[in-house]
């Protein structure tokens, strides 16, 4: 397994002391998908527009294979590019848009017709213009235009934005299919179940900065207990007592960083009687996102 | 902020080495030739885009034909022909070479263009030749056009066909109409918007000309330095067809001040700027 893309130190301020991006270092390694998440305004397709050169970074380094974005000779052989399938000329149809790539990469001209049939364009949608596709054409336009250099690495922001539930399940399977195949997926999206099923490691932004990293399973494990019981107050007053932190949510459940065993032995010696106890990674990545991002969301207490 | 590092950030979870990076040959840098032929299709593939070269060509055609129908018969010369077919083709030209560049910014494919060859110089230099090749062709078909309605007209009258525009004429008009188209791919750089681009290129010729005239009527000092520094007033030589070498310097100082200068200024900032 290598490092794909390395990003180091990034940073990237606009003016007036607005930092969008922070100080974010991470990687994205072969055969594996990396998911990318973080609220609205995170940074995350500010991180993702500097990995592929279009926005320049005030400091810090970004390299794809071992080498700079541009130094790549014919990117989109290498590295697949899919930030905003709105941002295509209207007045094209797909297969004009799919065929200005191709010529552009030197590609046989049978790969058009080819990621057409892969994405599900039919060929009278393929003729329309663009201007006249819906969300999730655009978007099933973008990813074949992704694909279309057949590359080793994927950079996509939110492609399962306007996808149909087939869509959805098309391309989780197509993501995992290319990392099991040795390619490099780097993913963002605020569809948590999406990212939950697919994603191999996580990087989570919020404000501009990382706010954790790791393998899936690891940052789920990490995410503690959850706890309920008959007397909310009186378990609340016996974690407090024994300096747990904790937070309380609506439905009167619990979570807390530490072990379910621990939380068992308060409750116990407490005489509080719990009407549940398990592991927090069953709570899932909601949860978890929700916790890491709370100082960070704009519903402010959402965790 | 806490922030819940899990470092290694790489997972331990070992993978089979079968799998790990495939093998690809190394590739050859996107040759320009390639980026011009890509740019060259853009100008044609959209609906306005295909409408803006058709006008070129139906324009060229009804001014002709407008000619043969309206002129007295002395009048079906050449240069009359060249004249009503030139008018058209120096507002379309500039429009073409404005939308070459905006439409990158304002119809954001720039995302798709610049990804796929990340230098944007040399995706503006490939824009750049395939404007002028755009131009100087459509300046020929002008010519083929021309010359037909000269026969056809002089046939239609029954007069002699009168040839009284020389080779180096038509390439001064050349020079002159590319000259105008370039200016408007330099606006399209600098303003990057189609429709303030295009307000601008209007601004540039037809407010700008009568208000320096009547600067230049009433101040002295201005009438005196006005071919060096206006750049329209400098290229009108072109389509007259024949230029002193002072002309020919009083078009280079004003194209310096017009054309290169903001040129650069645009090409500096565009390599900088962010696309999005
Ligand atoms: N040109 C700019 N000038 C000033 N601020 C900017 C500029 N571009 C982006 N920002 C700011 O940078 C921050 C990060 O934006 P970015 O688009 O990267 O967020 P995101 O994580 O992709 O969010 P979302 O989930 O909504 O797509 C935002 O606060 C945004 O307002
Ligand atoms: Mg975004």
Known sequence: ?303 | MTTTVLTPSTPATSQPDAVVGRTRRPQPRIPLTRIIGVELRKMFNTRSGFWLMASLVITNVLATAAIIVFAPDDQLTFDNFAAAIGAPMTVILPMIGILAVTSEWSQRSGLTTFTLVPHRGRVLRAKFLAATTVGVVSMFVALVVGVLGTLLGSAVAGVDPVWNVSAAHFALIVLGSVLGMLFGFMLGLVIRNSAGAIVTYFVYTLVLPPLLGLLAANQRWFADVQPWVDYSYAQRPLFEGTLTSQQWQHLAASGVLWFLLPMAVGLFVVRRAEVK
């Open chain 1, 1 to 303: 397994m290598l490092d794909m893309i390395t990003v180091e130190s990034l940073t990237k301020k606009y003016g007036r002391g607005m930092t969008a991006v922070d100080d974010v270092s991470f990687t994205a390694a072969t055969g594996r998908v990396t998911g990318f998440l973080g609220p609205n305004g995170a940074g995350k397709s500010t991180t993702m527009r500097i990995i592929v050169g279009l926005t320049p970074a005030t400091s810090g380094t970004v390299m794809v294979d071992g080498r700079r974005f541009t130094d790549l000779p014919n990117p989109g052989t290498e590295v697949g590019v899919l930030l905003d399938a709105s941002a295509q000329h209207a007045g094209r149809t797909g297969r004009e848009i799919l065929t200005l790539a191709q010529r552009t990469m030197g590609l046989p001209r049978s790969r058009v017709q080819e990621m057409l049939d892969l994405v599900s364009l039919t060929s009278h949608e393929a003729d329309r213009r663009v201007r006249d596709y819906s969300l999730g054409m655009r978007q099933r336009l973008g990813i074949g235009t992704a694909l279309l250099g057949d590359p080793d690495v994927l950079i996509l922001d939110e492609p399962a934005n306007g996808l149909d539930p087939a869509g959805i399940r098309w391309m989780r399977d197509l993501l995992r299919g290319f990392a099991d195949q040795g390619g490099t997926v780097l993913l963002s999206s605020h569809l948590l179940h999406e990212i939950e099923v697919v994603a191999d490691d996580l990087v989570v932004i919020g404000n501009g900065r990382i706010v954790a990293q790791g393998t899936k399973s690891d940052l789920l494990a990490a995410a503690g207990t959850i706890v309920r019981a008959r007397d909310a107050a009186a378990l609340a007053q016996a974690m407090e007592s024994a300096g747990l932190t904790f937070s309380g949510h609506a439905d009167g459940s619990v979570r807390t960083e530490a072990s379910p065993d621990r939380v068992g032995e308060i409750a116990l010696a407490a005489h509080v009687v719990l009407t549940e106890l398990r592991a927090a990674e069953g709570a899932g990545l909601e949860e978890m996102f929700l916790e890491l991002t709370a100082d960070t969301q704009r519903e402010g207490a959402a965790a």
